[in-house]
T-cell receptor, first 112, second 115 residues
Framework: QQQVKQSPQSLIVQKGGISIINCAYE??????FPWYQQFPGKGPALLIA?????SEKKEGRFTISFNKSAKQFSLHIMDSQPGDSATYFC???????????FGKGTKLSVIP | DAGVIQSPRHEVTEMGQEVTLRCKPI?????LFWYRQTMMRGLELLIY????????DSGMPEDRFSAKMPNASFSTLKIQPSEPRDSAVYFC?????????????FGSGTRLTVV
């Protein structure tokens, strides 16, 4: 049972454009929602994260939008650059839990 | 700090052989996690340790898989016998306290191919 659904599977964006990746979850016990960035041949690395009591979090060009009632959250990458080309994973973890549940990932390609 | 170190980076083995993957966590981290990544299933948690003790191995797919953590600086994931469907990238991660906002760091992974 996939507890975190991520879309799209792949995304091609022009340099300077906005990349948007969406995730939806089912488990209301989740209390922390990180996003990971993975480059080929590397492990996932924490990019940005949000708690459900906040509707938006921004770090540089990266913004998470969170809709608790809809159980959805999304990653926006503003002014996308070729160096942002990577696979992005949304994830969730519940209170007292040590198990991250990952989405299936989105392969982002930013073309010049 | 060198981060989480995994070895080997690539492993090709024949079906039926024993495979051992190795992980050195970040010094001072008291949680260690083993994940498997495949195209079909994405990233799956196999097992995790706290202070060298296995806490939850419910993600280990079969008895052919076993993991140990003999000390705070070393862990192994063993597959015996290996099968082609075990082909995947295996990641080790370590963390302080076990939460992603406490330095949850992944290694670069071991790409396993079973032929």
């Amino acid at each position: 049972q996939q507890q975190v659904k991520q879309s799209p599977q792949s995304l091609i964006v022009q340099k300077g454009g906005i990349s948007i990746i969406n995730c939806a979850y089912e488990n209301t016990a989740f209390d922390y929602f990180p996003w990971y960035q993975q480059f080929p041949g590397k492990g996932p690395a924490l990019l940005i994260a949000i708690r459900p009591d906040v509707s938006e979090k921004k770090e540089g060009r990266f913004t998470i939008s969170f809709n608790k009632s809809a159980k959805q959250f999304s990653l926006h990458i503003m002014d996308s650059q070729p160096g942002d080309s990577a696979t992005y994973f949304c994830a969730a973890i519940g209170t007292g839990s040590y198990q991250l549940t990952f989405g299936k990932g989105t392969k982002l390609s930013v073309i010049p | 700090d060198a981060g989480v170190i995994q070895s080997p980076r690539h492993e090709v083995t024949e079906m039926g052989q024993e495979v051992t993957l190795r992980c050195k966590p970040i010094s001072g981290h008291d949680y260690l996690f083993w994940y498997r990544q495949t195209m079909m299933r994405g990233l799956e948690l196999l097992i995790y340790f706290n202070n060298n003790v296995p806490i939850d191995d419910s993600g280990m797919p079969e008895d052919r898989f076993s993991a140990k953590m003999p000390n705070a600086s070393f862990s192994t994931l063993k597959i015996q016998p290996s099968e082609p469907r075990d082909s995947a990238v295996y990641f080790c991660a370590s963390s302080l306290i076990g939460r992603p906002n406490y330095g949850y760091t992944f290694g670069s992974g071991t790409r396993l191919t079973v032929v």
